[in-house]
């Protein structure tokens, strides 16, 4: 992969790279992603098999988030977990939408601004593991505390979801 896409992918197409709040922005660029894997639902039988399409989907970003964000920090932006980096943003806010499964326009936009919100409040403070987690090396700290983040978002999303749907 060459650096210009590492870091195309890293500052999920430039969105890290914006002045002013760009976690929020990259948990923005994770938007159309969700959109594009509730359009693709259709195509699957039934929402067992279409969850574990998106467990593996979640897995293999997982792990091109790390090797995306390993490189970002030691060869592009030459420091430990650069704010440009928000591909780890993108991860959690999609890991913050496992097992959801909206059904039209209403539910979608709420679960999307539902997990937005989760997301970025449990991103922002870090609070148990998560803060924890962000001290690992070589890309992996840059990813697993957003992805933590979207894991216990999620548990908050499918209690809500499990409620209110």
């Given at each position: 992969?060459?650096?210009?896409?590492?870091?195309?992918?890293?500052?999920?197409?430039?969105?890290?790279?914006?002045?002013?709040?760009?976690?929020?922005?990259?948990?923005?660029?994770?938007?159309p992603?969700?959109?594009?894997?509730?359009?693709?639902?259709?195509?699957?039988?039934?929402?067992?098999?279409?969850?574990?399409?998106?467990?593996?989907?979640?897995?293999?970003?997982?792990?091109?988030?790390?090797?995306?964000?390993?490189?970002?920090?030691?060869?592009?932006?030459?420091?430990?977990d650069?704010?440009?980096?928000?591909?780890?943003?993108?991860?959690?806010?999609?890991?913050?939408?496992?097992?959801i499964?909206?059904?039209g326009?209403?539910?979608?936009?709420?679960?999307?601004?539902?997990a937005?919100?989760?997301?970025?409040?449990?991103?922002?403070?870090?609070?148990g593991?998560?803060?924890?987690?962000?001290?690992?090396?070589?890309?992996?700290?840059?990813?697993?505390?957003?992805?933590l983040?979207g894991?216990?978002?999620n548990?908050?999303m499918?209690?809500?979801?499990?409620?209110?749907?």
């Amino acid at each position: 992969m060459s650096k210009k896409t590492v870091r195309n992918l890293g500052t999920w197409f430039g969105l890290g790279d914006l002045p002013k709040a760009p976690g929020t922005f990259g948990t923005l660029g994770g938007i159309p992603v969700f959109i594009f894997l509730s359009f693709i639902r259709g195509f699957f039988p039934n929402n067992m098999v279409y969850n574990s399409f998106y467990f593996m989907f979640l897995m293999t970003f997982f792990a091109i988030s790390v090797y995306v964000s390993d490189i970002c920090e030691r060869e592009i932006f030459k420091k430990e977990d650069p704010q440009n980096v928000v591909i780890d943003e993108v991860l959690g806010y999609l890991t913050t939408l496992f097992l959801i499964n909206p059904v039209g326009v209403y539910q979608n936009m709420v679960a999307i601004v539902l997990a937005f919100v989760i997301f970025r409040i449990l991103d922002i403070t870090k609070i148990g593991p998560i803060d924890r987690a962000q001290h690992f090396e070589n890309g992996v700290g840059v990813v697993l505390d957003d992805f933590l983040a979207g894991v216990i978002g999620n548990f908050i999303m499918v209690c809500i979801w499990t409620i209110f749907f």
